[in-house]
């Protein structure tokens, strides 16, 4: 797999070349009569205007270097991942493309926070509201994983032997749980409840297999969710 390592200053000075490349770019885009370089004036005082914010906090606003490392994965695409850790030796470029994709299942996480609970998908508009929806979600979320590890250790039992392993379905599991989950709450015993509902998710699951790709879907896909209140006045 080709890797390009390369590290990086973020206050460098810039290049004279690129400088004047860019000059070059701005001056064939820009209206006549209008000075070239006036649209990258207003990106320079966000800049100082940022700067300002972090001295009031006390925030440090020294450059931070950074490392560049580039991985030509085997689909042909190119990957750039960025890093702090500097030292060549310690930590070799060769071991950024493994480590990343070992971090690929807290990636899938956040696609379930965001995509699966819809954790941006409010109930009211009020600063409480969002807090309460907030702190919800993720119990929920937290609570179905509990469980869900649970249901997985039958899984693996009774599917032990099968061609392919299976694992449950977080989505399914999720849809289950939103639907019991108050009643849970408010059971003096909710043992039997409990083991209902892993018993459920033990026996809705999908088959893992490895090495799957698809085309990414490249492009904003945005969308909205109904709010089904009036804001708050």
């Known amino acids: 797999m080709p890797i390009l390592d390369r590290s990086v200053t973020p206050d460098r000075s810039p290049d004279p070349s690129s400088t004047a490349a860019v000059r070059r770019w701005a001056s ?3 209206p006549r009569g209008q000075n ?3 649209r990258f004036r207003l990106k320079s005082q966000k800049l100082t205007h940022s700067q300002a914010a972090c001295r009031s906090r006390g925030l440090p606003t020294t450059a931070i270097p950074v490392r560049l490392i580039r991985v030509l994965l085997p689909s042909g695409t190119v990957e750039i991942l960025m890093t702090s850790l500097l030292d060549r030796d310690d930590h070799p470029a060769e071991e950024f493309a493994t480590l990343y994709h ?3 299942a807290q990636e899938e996480n956040y696609k379930c926070f965001k995509c699966r609970v819809e954790v941006e998908n409010w109930s009211g508009k009020s600063s409480l509201t969002i807090r309460q929806d907030f702190h919800a979600k993720v119990f929920t979320l937290n609570l179905t994983a509990v469980l869900t590890r649970t249901a997985q250790q039958q899984v ?3 599917h032990r ?3 392919h392993p ?3 379905n977080l989505t399914h599991a999720l849809c289950a ?3 019991t989950l108050v009643r849970l709450l408010t059971r003096s015993d909710p043992l039997e409840l409990l ?3 892993i018993d459920v998710f033990a026996r809705t699951i999908e088959p893992v297999r490895p090495g799957r790709l698809y085309p990414r879907r490249k492009g904003p896909r945005l969308h909205g969710y109904h709010m089904a209140y009036k804001p708050c006045s």
């Open 28 to 30: 064939s885009t820009t």
């Open 36 to 38: 070239p370089l006036s």
């Open 102 to 104: 070992l971090r690929w």
């Open 156 to 158: 693996d039992e009774h």
């Open 161 to 163: 032997g099968d061609g």
């Open 166 to 168: 299976k694992q449950v």
């Open 177 to 179: 749980l939103k639907g």
């Open 195 to 197: 083991r209902a509902l």
